[in-house]
Structures are given as C-alpha cells and as structure tokens.
C-alpha cells in the first residue's frame, strides 16, 4: 500500500454461517490493524454482520452457493463498505422503519436487523440490476 | 457458546458465555425457550460473557420476554457486557429489561 493509498479489505463470503463468522472475525482485524476506534468497529461489525446474514437467511435459495463480496476502503472523513450479492431485488433502504417498542409488544420480532443497519450508518443505498444486488454503507471517521 | 444454569427457590439464572449469532442461535434459542416452557418461576440472565449478539439473539430474549410476561413472571438481564448493551439500546430494548 502507497502512502497515499486507502486501507482497503476486499473479500468472498459463502452464505453460511461458519463463512460469516470467519467473515466477522477478518473485518474486526482490519479495523484494528488500521486503529479505527473500537466503537466504530464495533458498529461497523454488526452493521456488516446484519447485512450478509440477511442475505444468508432471506436471499433467494437459487444462489446459495454463489458468494457475497465485501470490499471496505477507510477513507477519512469516512468508512465505505460494499456489498455485493446474486438474487432477487430487496432494498432495505426502502422499508419504513418500525417504532421498535410497539412492533415488540405487538408480538413481532423480526426487522430488527434492518432497524440495526440505517441506525448505525451515516449512510445506506442500494442498486439493483439484472441479477446484481449491491448495498453501499457509509460511515463517518475520523482518525484521532 | 454454553449455558449455565441455576434453579434456585425462586428464580432461574441463567449464565450465558460466549458469542450469540447465527452458528449458535439455534442452541441457545432451543434451551431459553425450553426453560420458558417449563418453569413458572422468574427468571435471570447474566450476559456478561457474550461479547457479540445479533438481531436473531436480541429476538429470542423479546419472545422469551413474552412468555414470562403471559404468566406474571419476570426477566430480568442482571448483568450484560458493554457490546450487547449496545445492541440492547439500538433495539430500544434496555429500559424494557431494565438495564
């Protein structure tokens, strides 16, 4: 890596668990070894974790075996994640965020996910084309 | 992950270590809802030794929340490590479990 070059991460991910959390363990390392702050790493982790394993979970079964790729690039003032996947069209960005203290009492858990990801991220977008998903995260940082 | 449990006169605690997430959520699930079942006494859980939990995780403690509420108990999280606290506040869900 140049002086002038960003950190970058970039990495294929099966759709299972053991993948995801090799996927979870590798990200962590990165963030480290670059001295992001814990907090944000951490946030970063579950934002990233959510997200695979929506698709693990949710993603259509025709691609279960084609990977997903994750490619980070810390670029103060910000964290750009990608996530690229095969299946059918599901933007998150596009679902209206529930009031999480009635959706629980009105007997529903799921969603939380989803809620996790837009909390934690200063930005989310999603493209969708021919087959090709891709949600973008964004995360404000500075180094200190 | 492991679970530990301990019956006392009246309430159950229970002590969880290690990380809640996808390779583990099945067992860890399983056992909470098995012990809601089964048990008419409140119930505690120690989650100082996880130190990640996802969405699923966060979803099993709201339905086992549930549960106990349907039956006039309680549950309580008595102790929670700082990265679940997160989660936990993320999900709106401290002040429920009173943390």
């Known amino acids: 890596m140049g002086k002038?070059?960003?950190?970058?991460?970039?990495?294929?991910?099966?759709?299972?668990?053991?993948?995801?959390?090799?996927?979870?363990?590798?990200?962590?390392?990165f963030l480290q070894r670059n001295a992001v702050h814990d907090d944000i790493s951490s946030?970063?982790?579950?934002?990233?974790?959510?997200?695979?394993?929506?698709?693990?979970?949710h993603g259509d079964r025709a691609y279960r075996k084609s990977s997903v790729q994750l490619h980070i690039e810390i670029a103060p003032?910000?964290?750009?994640?990608?996530?690229?996947?095969?299946?059918?069209?599901?933007?998150?960005t596009a679902i209206e965020l529930p009031d999480l203290k009635r959706h629980f009492h009105s007997g529903r858990d799921g969603g939380?996910?989803?809620?996790?990801?837009?909390?934690?991220?200063?930005?989310?977008?999603?493209?969708?084309?021919?087959?090709?998903?891709?949600?973008?995260?964004?995360?404000?940082?500075?180094?200190? | 992950m492991d679970i530990e449990i301990k019956d006392d006169q009246d309430v159950i605690r229970i002590t969880v270590n290690g990380d809640i997430e996808m390779m583990t959520i099945k067992s860890f699930k399983q056992k909470l809802f098995e012990?809601?079942?089964?048990?008419?006494?409140?119930?505690?859980?120690?989650?100082?030794?996880?130190?990640?939990?996802?969405?699923?995780?966060?979803?099993?403690?709201?339905?086992?929340?549930?549960?106990?509420?349907?039956?006039?108990?309680?549950?309580?999280?008595?102790?929670v490590s700082s990265k679940v606290l997160n989660v936990l506040k993320l999900s709106s869900l401290s002040d429920v479990f009173n943390i």
């Open chain 1, 43 to 57: 946030q970063i982790e579950l934002a990233v974790y959510e997200a695979i394993a929506n698709i693990i979970e």
């Open chain 2, 35 to 79: 012990i809601g079942q089964n048990t008419n006494k409140n119930i505690e859980i120690d989650l100082s030794n996880v130190d990640y939990i996802d969405s699923s995780g966060v979803g099993v403690l709201i339905s086992l929340l549930k549960l106990q509420k349907k039956k006039g108990r309680s549950l309580i999280i008595n102790k």
């Open chain 1, 4 to 29: 002038d070059e960003s950190p970058i991460l970039q990495m294929k991910t099966g759709r299972s668990g053991r993948s995801l959390d090799e996927t979870r363990r590798r990200l962590l390392e």
């Open chain 1, 77 to 92: 003032p910000e964290i750009r994640i990608s996530i690229r996947y095969r299946g059918n069209e599901f933007d998150i």
């Open chain 1, 112 to 144: 939380l996910g989803i809620h996790i990801i837009r909390t934690l991220m200063d930005r989310v977008e999603y493209d969708f084309s021919g087959n090709s998903n891709e949600l973008r995260m964004v995360k404000k940082y500075s180094p200190s």
